[in-house]
């Protein structure tokens, strides 16, 4: 003990087995004490906290939602950090809760006949209009490929088209997960994912927009749609209350589909089209109706924001990110009703408030202000980071970048670290460095044809061109090897995650990797936080010319 003492003093990680130093310069030097901060004591109180039946699961606009942003601010202010919005630690998140419930079957006709869909077993469909009620009635069908819109790849599938008032089917994904030539290859681009082609129907003025579902390009099958259109979603407040988007945003089914187009008399092989450059949309010579009755309720939630002021770039900001939020109080399941989130994410919060108390405690303060964000509804749709990105306390140009955690390390050490949207940005550089000091690796994520770097709270930034690092845990694990960590993750997500049993452990939990992760997105920031420069986006990333445009404006 007295000789790892002695090594921490001079700034030496000590990990079992392997010395390696945490100093490459005196900017981005740690000290012992910072370093000795960020260990499995302090992260497993933080986590027991988080997680406990007290805290309700952590649900916005519950007495959960209360106790958690409290302990936040209690913590922030105990450390000696600042309120990060003005004078306080709150930053308001106004949102809107919208129940749609289809009114009757989706109805589609033509000169064939006419098609019947029936809600959650067909087809799902959902508004963001807070009203009472909304209809399309003989709405023009439109097949428009995959509802793309990109430039820099060449591609157009509005093309030559007015949609204004139409109902236009696209399929899921993007080229490229049919053709490596295309796009990105099996590496999902932003283009592929919903939420986007709901964005790009809206620009262009449709009624409504239904996606295809196929399970493999999507990464999930339709029972997920089916479950998340069968609740009341939270969105965002909005100026003119979601008039903006279209009527109806939804899904149809694989076979709703193959019916859709045996009644236009078109084939299905119209699909097979589309995955290929120069592709023209069709008319399907349909027309949909649907009503959909509202019920809406509006609500504040809250983001908790912690500043360390930097001294000679005070006004530049390195984020550290983490959504506090869970799922409540819900369905029980074997007697247990409530839905703590002990992984996901009180390992996340918890690693964000003890990477704040070790920068506070370091003995020379970093130049740039290091901004702490816990972002409220994650799982309602990523919104809390949404509306801090589209309402920034710091200003964009002077963000240099973000670190997100969700989702930490619960079993072992490992040899790897993964970074989910390895290739993007400049961040994978700063990893791998901080990796390399610990002896380790980073790895891509398995899947990136799940489009997994669009699903965490580091995609707002990275949306408004904020070069964004999203890890997750390495599955290498030292002294099981890999299938074992893959087995890990696995049985996490088919027993605990997102259900009553993301509960913390402390009799199985090990928190050698956390702390060992932790430490390293420690490093990664401190570096950053001692630089002048910004970290920049790779060429051939989507997010590039937003950062450059701004970046450039005097």
Not at 115 to 122: F, Q, R
Not at 415 to 439: I, N, P
Not at 518 to 537: H, I, Q, S, Y
Request: charged share 20%.
């Amino acid at each position: 003990m007295k000789a790892l003492v002695s090594l921490l003093s001079f700034g030496i990680l000590f990990l079992p087995g392997k010395f390696s130093y945490c100093q490459q310069n005196p900017k981005s030097a740690t000290d012992s004490t910072a370093i000795k901060a960020i260990n499995a004591v302090s992260l497993g109180k933080r986590i027991e906290v988080l997680a406990s039946d007290d805290f309700m699961g952590r649900k916005p606009f519950t007495a959960g939602e209360t106790k958690t942003i409290n302990y936040l601010q209690q913590q922030f202010k105990q450390m000696g950090l600042k309120p990060g919005n003005g004078n306080s630690y709150f930053q308001d998140v106004p949102m809107v809760d919208i129940a749609s419930k289809a009114a009757g079957p989706l109805l589609i006709k033509g000169k064939n006949g006419t098609l019947s869909l029936n809600t959650l077993e067909d087809f799902v469909a959902t508004t963001r209009h807070v009203q009472n009620q909304v209809q399309v009635s003989n709405s023009e069908m439109i097949f428009a490929g995959f509802g793309i819109v990109a430039p820099e790849y060449n591609w157009n599938d509005y093309a030559g088209l007015n949609v204004k008032g139409k109902t236009v089917v696209v399929m899921v994904n993007d080229p490229g997960f049919y053709d490596s030539k295309l796009f990105k290859g099996k590496n999902m681009t932003y283009y592929g994912r919903w939420t986007y082609k709901y964005e790009e129907a809206a620009r262009q003025g449709a009624a409504a927009l239904l996606i295809i579902h196929d399970t493999a390009p999507a990464s999930y099958p339709w029972t997920v749609v089916r479950n998340s259109g069968s609740k009341s979603k939270l969105y965002l407040q909005t100026a003119d209350n979601g008039k903006s988007r279209a009527l109806l945003e939804g899904w149809l089914t694989q076979e709703s589909t193959k019916k859709l187009f045996k009644l236009a008399g078109i084939s299905e092989e119209v699909m097979e089209s589309a995955k290929k450059r120069g592709f023209k949309a069709v008319n399907l010579g349909l027309d949909a109706s649907l009503t959909l009755n509202i019920t809406t309720k509006k609500s504040t939630s809250h983001n908790v924001v912690a500043v360390l002021p930097g001294t000679k770039l005070a006004n530049e900001y390195l984020v550290y990110s983490a959504h506090w939020d869970h799922f409540g109080i819900g369905e029980a399941v074997k007697g247990d009703s409530i839905y703590n989130g002990a992984v996901d994410n009180a390992t996340g919060t918890a690693g964000l408030l003890t990477l704040a108390e070790a920068f506070s405690k370091l003995k020379t303060r970093p130049e740039r202000s290091i901004l702490f964000l816990s972002v409220t509804s994650e799982e309602q749709g990523l919104l809390g980071s949404e509306y801090y990105t589209t309402h920034p306390i710091v200003p964009l140009k002077q963000t240099v970048a973000d670190i997100n955690m969700d989702v930490l390390n619960t079993y072992s050490r490992t040899k790897d670290l993964v970074v989910v949207g390895f290739g993007q940005s400049e961040m994978d550089e700063y990893a791998k460095r901080s990796a390399a000091k610990q002896g380790r690796i980073i790895t891509p994520e398995p899947d990136p044809s799940g489009g997994w770097y669009y699903r965490s709270d580091h995609f707002n930034f990275a949306k408004v061109g904020v070069p964004s690092l999203y890890p997750e845990a390495g599955v290498d694990a030292i002294g099981h090897g890999e299938a074992w960590g893959k087995a890990k993750a696995a049985d996490y997500t088919k027993n605990r995650y997102h259900s009553p049993f993301d509960e913390y452990d402390p009799k199985t939990w090990v928190f050698s990797g956390m702390v060992e992760d932790v430490r390293l997105l420690f490093d990664v920031g401190n570096t950053l936080a001692n630089e002048a420069v910004f970290p920049k986006w790779k060429t051939g990333s989507e997010f590039k010319a937003v950062r450059e445009k701004y970046r450039s404006a005097k």
